[in-house]
């Protein structure tokens, strides 16, 4: 006996748009709220103030050497009419990431203090890291149309599987005397997940959003194919085209763009380097250690 699997698919898919119209317009107007605003704020921000802020973030975060790379690549991506792109990808990435980490800590947390919820969500999970990346825009385009809310709607869903996992990963690692030293001085359950839980789970967490933001990345140039715009259309138009050298351009903007946010974002989950400390604030009391040894 065959299981029709597609047909019943697009049956539920045909019964979702029938019935809740209404709700998906809500959600790609909030999307597209959102979504548009931080594109907007971007692309206000003229070009050299742009590269100074990304400059800063990476002297401030990484180090000198990681600054001149910074700017050396903006200004590549600049050079090759790419910037305005570049924000439209990026404004995609932040809005995708923020929406992924609002759905995915909360759960993460959830599957940290209750078994029960992890057994239920983990295959889901595995599911949304298993299936191909193209599947998600057929629905997104479906049941939202064509641009950028069905493309962060599809990134949404694609990036969100890491920082769930390794919140609840991180928190479940936080050392049991930590929870027995908390119990201890009498912390309620959402005192000892906020001051000991998280705190001590932050850099699985931070690696997490890193994660997130890397695949984010990734799914917005896939769906460029869908009309989300950014540095995809370049890609596109060179896959369409067989241009090389256009394709080449909108692949080399994504690296510069991967590679900052990646390091940028890796050192939010660590200490700054104690050179740095001494500019921007106290270093930590391991890195004095290390200094002074």
Same mark, same amino acid.
């Given at each position: 006996?065959?299981?029709d699997?597609?047909?019943?698919?697009?049956? /539920?898919?045909?019964? #979702?748009?029938?019935?809740?119209? *209404?709700v998906?317009? !809500?959600?790609?107007?909030? @999307?597209?709220f &959102?979504?548009?605003?931080?594109?907007a704020?971007?692309l206000?921000?003229?070009?050299?103030?742009?590269?100074?802020?990304f400059?800063?973030?990476a002297?401030?975060?990484?180090?000198?050497?990681?600054?001149?790379?910074?700017?050396?690549?903006?200004?590549?991506v600049?050079?090759?009419?790419?910037?305005?792109p570049?924000m439209?990808?990026?404004?995609?990435?932040?809005?995708?990431?923020l929406?992924?980490?609002?759905?995915?800590?909360?759960?993460?947390?959830?599957?940290?203090?209750?078994?029960?919820?992890a057994?239920l969500?983990?295959?889901?999970l595995?599911?949304?890291q298993?299936m191909?990346?193209?599947?998600?825009?057929?629905?997104?385009?479906?049941?939202?149309?064509l641009g950028a809310?069905?493309g /962060?709607?599809?990134? #949404?869903?694609?990036?969100?599987? *890491?920082?769930?996992? !390794?919140t609840?990963?991180? @928190?479940r690692? &936080?050392?049991?005397?930590?929870i027995?030293?908390?119990?201890?001085f009498?912390?309620?359950?959402?005192q000892?997940?906020?001051?000991?839980?998280?705190?001590?789970a932050?850099?699985?967490?931070?690696?997490g959003?890193?994660?997130?933001?890397?695949?984010s990345l990734?799914?917005v140039?896939?769906?460029s194919?869908?009309?989300?715009?950014?540095i995809?259309n370049?890609?596109?138009?060179?896959i369409q085209?067989?241009d090389v050298?256009?394709?080449?351009?909108?692949g080399i903007?994504v690296?510069?763009l991967?590679?900052?946010?990646?390091?940028i974002?890796?050192?939010?989950?660590?200490?700054?380097p104690?050179?740095?400390?001494?500019?921007?604030?106290k270093?930590e009391?391991?890195?004095?250690?290390?200094?002074?040894?």
């Amino acid at each position: 006996m065959n299981f029709d699997i597609g047909n019943g698919i697009d049956a /539920a898919v045909n019964y #979702v748009l029938d019935n809740f119209s *209404p709700v998906l317009d !809500l959600i790609a107007a909030v @999307i597209g709220f &959102v979504t548009n605003g931080i594109q907007a704020g971007l692309l206000a921000i003229p070009m050299p103030l742009g590269i100074a802020i990304f400059v800063i973030l990476a002297f401030w975060r990484v180090g000198f050497g990681f600054a001149v790379f910074t700017a050396l690549g903006l200004l590549v991506v600049d050079h090759i009419a790419l910037w305005n792109p570049m924000m439209e990808t990026l404004s995609l990435v932040i809005a995708s990431t923020l929406i992924a980490m609002l759905v995915g800590l909360p759960l993460g947390i959830a599957m940290a203090r209750k078994d029960s919820v992890a057994a239920l969500v983990r295959p889901v999970l595995d599911l949304m890291q298993t299936m191909p990346a193209f599947v998600y825009l057929i629905p997104a385009a479906m049941f939202f149309g064509l641009g950028a809310v069905p493309g /962060a709607i599809a990134t #949404v869903i694609f990036s969100m599987p *890491p920082v769930v996992r !390794l919140t609840n990963l991180g @928190i479940r690692q &936080v050392d049991a005397e930590f929870i027995e030293a908390g119990n201890a001085f009498g912390c309620t359950s959402s005192q000892l997940l906020f001051k000991v839980q998280l705190p001590n789970a932050m850099p699985s967490i931070m690696a997490g959003i890193n994660q997130t933001i890397m695949l984010s990345l990734s799914m917005v140039v896939i769906a460029s194919m869908i009309g989300a715009g950014g540095i995809g259309n370049t890609v596109l138009t060179g896959i369409q085209r067989l241009d090389v050298g256009t394709g080449f351009e909108g692949g080399i903007a994504v690296v510069i763009l991967a590679v900052i946010l990646d390091r940028i974002t890796q050192s939010l989950g660590q200490p700054r380097p104690f050179f740095l400390a001494r500019f921007f604030g106290k270093a930590e009391p391991s890195e004095l250690k290390a200094a002074t040894a």
